[in-house]
């Protein structure tokens, strides 16, 4: 007999289709990466065989229907059934997980594993001895100081609405305690500080901290050095003496380190920084930025020629042609993907606490400018989530923002930081981060094209609704616990300002595995692939959708599996036939969109945001050296404070991979926001 209907997990009954068996089964194939013609519908037709010949009257539940799947795709190749098997075995782990707290589980399957392989606490023998819901709790509850705020965060957390920045996910709550990503170390010219700092370098990796340097205080390659009689190596080389530590160190444990490394455009070894990354064999756990300044940009512009100075004793020791210097830089970004630009002079202007020194470095990632010895706690709203029928719910925004705040605030106080200088610097700044991921689903679900004039109006809407409210809770919590102890003499106090509690209140990060957690895209990025195959560990494949596509598909009829399959070899829909326009106009990749639009809605962010904003232009790899430097002149012209490039194929060792006649495939934990394997997030 036919098989009619099939009992669901809460009992009730639903009608049988067979359509969605042969879907779950083209998943499991294209995770195997196997090719699959029409062996999907014949194994999908003997799962149907045999479940008529093992239920001719009875009704079959969900759970016999899987376990017939896995009998034939095993009979058919073992690493096909392990596909489907850890797949379902993961589905169920997050179903126990909402029966067991009550409240329905947010959380992706690559969530889960990504927490599992990250975040969860584990014992002696490596086994994990928490869940997701039980790290929430153990963030929330070292950070909050009253049972009123441990509820708030945790409703923020667990639903996903707020996340912070990965080292206070990992350590809070635990005898770590180091809860910052974001470090800025000095480098001064001597052996002794430059050892000194790379000794606190490790430790900070260690913890789980990027760390950001200005290497523009070393003398230059060749310079004398009166001590020995002999002459300085220059910047570069203590760079790879940087990024051999790097190697060394595995941040907790868990993670990877990761730097930047800056020097200014006048130095005198700026054209070995610009050129080093061409062997892809040195500094490969550094981000590396030129600090760009306005006078540089006028002899651009110009064709002049500009000064270089030795910054042992100021003194001017050579020139060369803006201009040629300015291609340099775009050309190695179009072939290496760096050198990327800081506006070094537009940080300054808008650096809050000029009365106590200028900023000469960022992070790894770029968004946050910080000064030598201060670090800076990072988080981000997940804007997907404050969608109300087809609008924001800007009141649910606010209190989100808010709640916020004042979460990033307490993370200050309960700090462990990994040297006293660092702890005094940050502790008078008292700077947070406040930034959002999920942009590109918000667009999504208000039916917004991403490059598109509407989509940049609105973000700089959100953002500056952002910046308002949180600028304005710092206020409240500046009069109620104290303004940061550098308030006096900030450009806060010259603006008339009499309370702020932060130096600076904003940012946009990358997010990365964050964005993951929390089911959304990363930052500001647009979507990176609407499908695509995601390598986890252990060689573990899943095939991923994005879900606001899969539900669209589904509700206008036009979804299958095949279809799937096509949309994953490049990630984009807008060459797929049958996909209506107007989906296709609103599900735009970061490859589908011009380096323009790119650079327009990091401006939009940068515009009301205290800090800067992370944004990868993502070029594709037939892109031009022309493209990146149209770029780089918008994003001065624009006043971002700083931009990165990255052009396809352009790494040796990359975390999105296209292959002829396969799959998009993914790094466990790229999220779409940065493309290099030494991001941090």
Same mark, same amino acid.
């Given at each position: 007999?036919?098989?009619?209907?099939?009992?669901?997990?809460?009992?009730?009954?639903?009608?049988?289709?067979?359509?969605?068996?042969?879907?779950?089964?083209?998943?499991?194939?294209?995770?195997?990466?196997?090719?699959?013609?029409?062996?999907?519908?014949?194994?999908?037709?003997?799962?149907?065989?045999?479940?008529?010949?093992?239920?001719?009257?009875?009704?079959?539940?969900?759970?016999?229907?899987?376990?017939?799947?896995?009998?034939?795709?095993?009979?058919?190749?073992?690493?096909?059934?392990?596909?489907?098997?850890?797949?379902?075995?993961?589905?169920?782990?997050?179903?126990?997980?909402?029966?067991?707290?009550?409240?329905?589980?947010?959380?992706?399957?690559?969530?889960?594993?990504?927490?599992?392989?990250?975040?969860?606490?584990?014992?002696?023998?490596?086994?994990?001895?928490?869940?997701?819901?039980?790290?929430?709790?153990?963030?929330?509850?070292?950070?909050?100081?009253?049972?009123?705020?441990?509820?708030?965060?945790?409703?923020?957390?667990?639903?996903?609405?707020?996340?912070?920045?990965?080292?206070?996910?990992?350590?809070?709550?635990?005898?770590?305690?180091?809860?910052?990503?974001?470090?800025?170390?000095?480098?001064?010219?001597?052996?002794?500080?430059?050892?000194?700092?790379?000794?606190?370098?490790?430790?900070?990796?260690?913890?789980?901290?990027?760390?950001?340097?200005?290497?523009?205080?070393?003398?230059?390659?060749?310079?004398?050095?009166?001590?020995?009689?002999?002459?300085?190596?220059?910047?570069?080389?203590?760079?790879?003496?940087?990024?051999?530590?790097?190697?060394?160190?595995?941040?907790?444990?868990?993670?990877?380190?990761?730097?930047?490394?800056?020097?200014?455009?006048?130095?005198?070894?700026?054209?070995?920084?610009?050129?080093?990354?061409?062997?892809?064999?040195?500094?490969?756990?550094?981000?590396?930025?030129?600090?760009?300044?306005?006078?540089?940009?006028?002899?651009?512009?110009?064709?002049?020629?500009?000064?270089?100075?030795?910054?042992?004793?100021?003194?001017?020791?050579?020139?060369?042609?803006?201009?040629?210097?300015?291609?340099?830089?775009?050309?190695?970004?179009?072939?290496?993907?760096?050198?990327?630009?800081?506006?070094?002079?537009?940080?300054?202007?808008?650096?809050?606490?000029?009365?106590?020194?200028?900023?000469?470095?960022?992070?790894?990632?770029?968004?946050?400018?910080?000064?030598?010895?201060?670090?800076?706690?990072?988080?981000?709203?997940?804007?997907?989530?404050?969608?109300?029928?087809?609008?924001?719910?800007?009141?649910?925004?606010?209190?989100?923002?808010?709640?916020?705040?004042?979460?990033?605030?307490?993370?200050?106080?309960?700090?462990?930081?990994?040297?006293?200088?660092?702890?005094?610097?940050?502790?008078?700044?008292?700077?947070?981060?406040?930034?959002?991921?999920?942009?590109?689903?918000?667009?999504?679900?208000?039916?917004?094209?991403?490059?598109?004039?509407?989509?940049?109006?609105?973000?700089?809407?959100?953002?500056?609704?952002?910046?308002?409210?949180?600028?304005?809770?710092?206020?409240?919590?500046?009069?109620?616990?104290?303004?940061?102890?550098?308030?006096?003499?900030?450009?806060?106090?010259?603006?008339?300002?009499?309370?702020?509690?932060?130096?600076?209140?904003?940012?946009? @990060?990358? +997010? =990365?595995? &964050?964005?993951? !957690?929390? %089911?959304?895209?990363?930052? #500001?990025?647009?979507? $990176?692939?609407?499908?695509?195959?995601?390598?986890?560990?252990?060689?573990?494949?899943?095939?991923?959708?994005?879900?606001?596509?899969?539900?669209?598909?589904?509700?206008?009829?036009?979804?299958?599996?095949?279809?799937?399959?096509?949309? @994953?070899? +490049? =990630?984009? &829909?807008?060459? !797929?036939? %049958?996909?209506?326009?107007? #989906?296709?106009?609103? $599900?735009?990749?970061?490859?589908?969109?011009?380096?323009?639009?790119?650079?327009?809605?990091?401006?939009?962010?940068?515009?009301?945001?205290?800090?800067?904003?992370?944004?990868?232009?993502?070029?594709?790899?037939?892109?031009?050296?022309?493209?990146?430097?149209?770029?780089?002149?918008?994003?001065?012209?624009?006043?971002?404070?700083?931009?990165?490039? $990255?052009?396809?194929?352009?790494?040796?060792?990359?975390?999105?991979?296209?292959?002829?006649?396969?799959?998009?495939?993914?790094?466990?934990?790229?999220?779409?926001?940065?493309?290099?394997?030494?991001?941090?997030?």
């Amino acid at each position: 007999m036919p098989i009619l209907k099939v009992r669901k997990r809460d009992g009730s009954l639903q009608d049988f289709s067979q359509k969605k068996i042969t879907d779950a089964i083209h998943k499991a194939i294209l995770a195997a990466r196997k090719k699959d013609g029409k062996l999907a519908e014949v194994l999908s037709n003997r799962v149907v065989e045999i479940l008529e010949q093992k239920f001719p009257r009875k009704i079959p539940s969900v759970e016999d229907i899987q376990d017939v799947v896995i009998e034939v795709l095993g009979r058919t190749s073992k690493k096909l059934a392990k596909e489907y098997k850890d797949y379902r075995e993961k589905k169920a782990e997050l179903r126990k997980l909402r029966k067991k707290f009550g409240i329905d589980v947010k959380l992706t399957v690559n969530a889960l594993e990504v927490l599992r392989r990250r975040y969860l606490l584990k014992g002696e023998k490596g086994e994990i001895i928490e869940n997701p819901y039980q790290l929430f709790k153990r963030v929330v509850k070292s950070i909050s100081r009253n049972k009123k705020m441990e509820k708030v965060f945790y409703r923020m957390l667990s639903n996903l609405e707020f996340l912070p920045n990965t080292p206070t996910l990992m350590n809070a709550g635990t005898n770590l305690g180091q809860l910052s990503a974001c470090f800025v170390l000095p480098i001064e010219d001597s052996l002794k500080s430059i050892f000194d700092t790379l000794e606190l370098t490790a430790k900070v990796h260690q913890s789980g901290g990027g760390t950001g340097f200005s290497f523009s205080r070393l003398r230059p390659e060749g310079d004398i050095v009166k001590s020995t009689k002999g002459v300085a190596s220059g910047p570069v080389t203590f760079m790879t003496i940087y990024d051999k530590e790097t190697d060394v160190i595995k941040q907790g444990g868990k993670r990877r380190g990761a730097n930047m490394g800056i020097l200014r455009v006048d130095h005198p070894d700026i054209l070995k920084f610009i050129t080093a990354k061409n062997d892809s064999k040195i500094l490969s756990n550094f981000n590396v930025s030129v600090a760009i300044t306005d006078k540089f940009m006028k002899a651009v512009f110009k064709n002049k020629n500009y000064n270089l100075i030795n910054p042992r004793n100021n003194k001017v020791v050579g020139k060369l042609n803006a201009r040629k210097v300015f291609d340099l830089i775009v050309e190695n970004a179009w072939r290496e993907g760096d050198p990327g630009m800081i506006f070094i002079d537009e940080i300054n202007r808008k650096n809050p606490t000029k009365n106590i020194g200028l900023i000469e470095s960022t992070n790894p990632c770029g968004e946050q400018p910080l000064h030598p010895y201060e670090s800076c706690n990072l988080g981000s709203i997940n804007l997907s989530r404050i969608v109300k029928g087809k609008g924001i719910d800007w009141k649910e925004l606010k209190d989100i923002v808010r709640n916020a705040v004042v979460f990033l605030d307490s993370v200050i106080d309960i700090n462990h930081y990994p040297d006293p200088r660092i702890e005094k610097m940050t502790r008078s700044n008292r700077r947070i981060g406040l930034g959002v991921m999920g942009f590109a689903e918000l667009l999504i679900k208000l039916n917004m094209k991403y490059d598109s004039k509407e989509a940049v109006r609105l973000g700089e809407r959100v953002m500056r609704f952002i910046e308002r409210e949180g600028h304005k809770m710092s206020q409240e919590l500046g009069k109620k616990k104290g303004n940061f102890p550098n308030f006096k003499g900030s450009l806060w106090q010259k603006r008339g300002y009499r309370h702020m509690r932060n130096a600076t209140v904003t940012t946009i @990060a990358p +997010t =990365g595995t &964050i964005s993951i !957690i929390a %089911g959304c895209s990363s930052g #500001i990025e647009p979507l $990176f692939a609407v499908s695509f195959i995601r390598n986890v560990m252990e060689g573990t494949k899943l095939f991923e959708v994005n879900p606001l596509f899969e539900r669209i598909a589904k509700e206008r009829g036009f979804y299958s599996a095949k279809l799937l399959e096509e949309v @994953a070899r +490049t =990630g984009s &829909i807008q060459k !797929i036939r %049958g996909i209506p326009n107007d #989906i296709k106009r609103i $599900f735009r990749t970061a490859l589908d969109i011009s380096p323009e639009w790119h650079v327009r809605m990091q401006a939009a962010f940068q515009k009301y945001t205290d800090s800067a904003v992370s944004k990868t232009i993502n070029l594709p790899n037939n892109a031009k050296i022309s493209d990146v430097r149209k770029a780089y002149l918008l994003a001065y012209k624009l006043k971002c404070k700083g931009i990165t490039v $990255f052009r396809y194929g352009s790494k040796p060792q990359q975390v999105l991979y296209f292959a002829k006649e396969k799959p998009l495939q993914a790094e466990s934990e790229y999220a779409g926001g940065c493309p290099f394997p030494s991001c941090p997030y």
